[in-house]
């Protein structure tokens, strides 16, 4: 069956989660997967870059409506800059018939995502 599954939108303020920045890497573990890690070792993460983070995991939790922990599920970036989804097996397993797209945007201190997902 093809067609819309699901539609998800999420914002997140920077100044809420700017302090995350400062935290420990085994603080981070619980939020974050573990090729977000690494990027975020590799590259100096923005509170906006973070902020987005968080925003289209909310976004795709709205449209998918599969329950998960926050490090289950990482955003990463193609060799263009375009946003995806990197997904634990968990995810793999739930939603292994649908395709997931998403779109990030940021402005005035706000990181927003959007997410679609489709059937087949």
Known sequence: MSGVFGVGVDLVYEKEIIHWLDWSEERLKKTLHSKELE??????????????RIAAKEAFYKASGISFKPNELGVLNNSKGKPFFYFSEKIKLKIKDKKSHLSLSHSSGCSIAFVVIENG
Do not use: F, I, P, Q
């Open 39 to 52: 990027d975020m070792k590799s590259s100096k993460w923005s509170a906006e870059k973070l902020a987005s």
